[in-house]
């Protein structure tokens, strides 16, 4: 199912990886031990086998008795509240969706909402809702995140003044089972909710409601994502796994100076699974003043921008290739030319897939040559059911890096600064004292 290359690393590395893959295996019999010491935080790991396709079929049922009739899923949510959802529906969907709808009739679109504090962007945003007939995802595993309540308290007003009571059945809620505002709200209001698992924290929750139903609303085939991810958590019990090589050639890697990683791939669909990446290691990993810090690189588009730090600048940077043996619909050539006007008849005729698949080579190398070490991942398909594998392999892969180097792979405590900075200087009660201390200082 996905295949990990360490040809590509220094001998240094590489001997040093050999060394942590016990170590990143002990980690993971912590994460598989339903009594270990991250019993409160691992439930992503079994989850579709437990709950995933029981869950599915629910959101199924639901979708398949709504009365309503909608053209466009919006989704409502910040960080692990979206992300996965994005980068499944950017990967698995027509890329024109929403210019072209006829380039797959099943898939409607799906935007999002509460990302950002931006006015204009969500001024935008109701502007277009109102050439179609939405229906909305509200997603917030706390309930009471700033952004993602701010947006879906513009969006209420905004649905109840257009759908009157009606308004209620064009909503859905992914909230915690019991807990926060979102909930409350909910339970008065009487919008249909799903629950996010209490064992499993945002930026692992893609294969929960949080991304199953956005995503199954938008009509994108979320039971093949399960199926691979089932079968991916499955096949990375053994200790040959690629995930265990990865996870230990990382913190190798990081050990040796190498602080920062940069995920290649060479696919314009694959940059919000970029987003997705980033987020799960850097929220994962960036704690005690340490953490490789992750980037995404797109190619060849990128080459043109970071190419040149990557092949010449610092030295910190080692490379994470994902590639695909197949990418369905791949299939156009370029043009034969009478003339050779731009010199291009040497590529004439040839798949621009081989040609795209060249340039990862030819980049690899390079860059390996410039001082980069290198890790190649390459995985079936890019399709629904490798995309499933996909989300579980790299959240395995960056809990088992985490635990590895010491830090609680599955908090974020230090987004909270910000926030209450922020409920500080705009008024909340119980944050006087901060704001005062602000004020001094600006
Ligand atoms: O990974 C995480 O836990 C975070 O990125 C959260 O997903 C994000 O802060 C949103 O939180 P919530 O779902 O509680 O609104």
């Given at each position: 199912?996905?295949?990990c290359?360490?040809?590509?690393?220094?001998d240094?590395?590489?001997k040093?990886?050999?060394?942590?893959v016990?170590?990143?295996?002990?980690?993971?019999?912590?994460?598989?031990?339903p009594?270990?010491?991250?019993k409160?935080f691992?439930?992503?790991?079994?989850?579709?086998?437990?709950?995933?396709?029981?869950?599915?079929?629910a959101?199924?049922?639901?979708?398949?008795?709504?009365?309503?009739?909608?053209?466009?899923?919006?989704?409502?949510?910040?960080?692990?509240?979206y992300?996965?959802a994005q980068?499944?529906?950017?990967?698995?969907?027509?890329?024109y969706?929403?210019?072209?709808?006829?380039?797959?009739k099943?898939?409607?679109?799906?935007?999002?909402?509460?990302?950002?504090?931006?006015?204009?962007s969500?001024?935008?945003?109701?502007?277009?809702?109102?050439?179609?007939e939405?229906?909305v995802c509200?997603?917030?595993?706390s309930?009471?995140?700033?952004?993602p309540?701010?947006?879906f308290?513009?969006?209420?007003?905004?649905?109840?003044k257009?759908?009157?009571?009606?308004?209620?059945?064009?909503?859905?809620a992914v909230?915690?089972?019991?807990?926060?505002?979102?909930?409350?709200?909910?339970?008065?209001?009487?919008?249909?909710?799903?629950?996010?698992?209490?064992?499993?924290?945002?930026?692992?929750?893609v294969?929960?409601?949080?991304?199953?139903?956005?995503?199954?609303?938008?009509g994108?085939?979320?039971?093949?994502?399960?199926?691979?991810?089932?079968?991916?958590?499955?096949?990375?019990?053994?200790?040959?796994h690629a995930?265990?090589?990865y996870?230990?050639?990382r913190?190798a890697?990081?050990?040796?100076?190498?602080?920062?990683?940069?995920?290649?791939?060479s696919?314009?669909?694959?940059v919000?699974?970029g987003?997705?990446?980033k987020?799960?290691?850097?929220?994962?990993?960036?704690?005690?003043?340490?953490?490789?810090?992750?980037m995404s690189?797109l190619?060849?588009?990128?080459?043109?921008?970071?190419?040149?730090?990557?092949q010449?600048?610092?030295?910190?940077?080692?490379?994470?290739?994902?590639?695909?043996?197949?990418?369905p619909?791949?299939?156009l050539?370029?043009?034969?030319?009478?003339?050779d006007?731009?010199?291009?008849?040497?590529l004439?005729m040839?798949?621009?897939?081989?040609?795209?698949?060249?340039?990862?080579?030819?980049?690899?190398?390079?860059?390996?040559?410039?001082?980069l070490?290198?890790?190649?991942?390459?995985?079936?398909?890019l399709?629904?059911?490798?995309?499933?594998?996909?989300?579980?392999?790299?959240?395995?892969?960056?809990a088992?890096?985490?635990?590895?180097?010491?830090?609680h792979?599955f908090?974020?405590?230090?987004?909270?600064?910000?926030?209450?900075?922020?409920?500080?200087?705009?008024?909340?009660?119980g944050?006087?004292?901060?704001?005062?201390?602000?004020?001094e200082?600006?």
């Amino acid at each position: 199912m996905v295949h990990c290359d360490l040809k590509f690393l220094t001998d240094a590395i590489s001997k040093a990886k050999d060394s942590l893959v016990e170590k990143t295996y002990q980690a993971f019999e912590q994460i598989e031990n339903p009594e270990g010491p991250w019993k409160n935080f691992a439930g992503w790991y079994d989850y579709p086998q437990k709950n995933g396709f029981s869950e599915l079929k629910a959101i199924k049922q639901y979708i398949a008795g709504l009365d309503e009739k909608y053209n466009l899923v919006l989704g409502i949510g910040i960080g692990g509240s979206y992300l996965g959802a994005q980068a499944a529906y950017e990967a698995l969907t027509p890329r024109y969706i929403t210019i072209k709808p006829s380039l797959n009739k099943n898939i409607k679109p799906l935007m999002f909402m509460g990302q950002d504090l931006s006015a204009r962007s969500m001024q935008e945003l109701l502007e277009v809702l109102d050439q179609y007939e939405p229906m909305v995802c509200v997603i917030s595993k706390s309930g009471t995140t700033t952004e993602p309540a701010v947006a879906f308290r513009i969006i209420r007003a905004y649905m109840e003044k257009r759908y009157g009571d009606q308004a209620q059945n064009r909503i859905v809620a992914v909230t915690d089972k019991s807990k926060g505002a979102l909930r409350q709200l909910s339970q008065k209001t009487g919008y249909k909710t799903f629950v996010v698992p209490d064992d499993i924290g945002g930026r692992f929750s893609v294969l929960t409601p949080v991304g199953l139903v956005p995503l199954a609303l938008a009509g994108v085939d979320v039971e093949s994502m399960m199926q691979g991810a089932d079968q991916m958590f499955a096949t990375m019990k053994d200790k040959n796994h690629a995930v265990h090589h990865y996870a230990a050639a990382r913190q190798a890697a990081y050990a040796q100076g190498k602080k920062v990683e940069a995920l290649s791939f060479s696919e314009p669909s694959l940059v919000k699974f970029g987003e997705w990446w980033k987020q799960l290691f850097g929220e994962s990993e960036g704690k005690n003043r340490k953490g490789i810090l992750p980037m995404s690189l797109l190619f060849t588009t990128d080459l043109h921008s970071m190419g040149q730090y990557a092949q010449d600048g610092e030295r910190i940077i080692f490379e994470t290739f994902l590639k695909f043996n197949q990418i369905p619909d791949a299939q156009l050539l370029v043009p034969s030319a009478e003339d050779d006007l731009d010199e291009l008849s040497y590529l004439q005729m040839q798949p621009i897939q081989k040609i795209n698949a060249a340039a990862m080579t030819a980049t690899k190398i390079a860059h390996y040559d410039g001082g980069l070490p290198v890790i190649d991942l390459t995985f079936e398909r890019l399709d629904a059911k490798t995309m499933g594998g996909m989300f579980a392999f790299f959240e395995l892969a960056c809990a088992l890096s985490g635990i590895v180097s010491g830090v609680h792979p599955f908090d974020q405590p230090g987004v909270e600064d910000y926030k209450k900075n922020l409920f500080a200087m705009m008024g909340r009660k119980g944050f006087e004292n901060l704001a005062a201390r602000l004020k001094e200082r600006l």
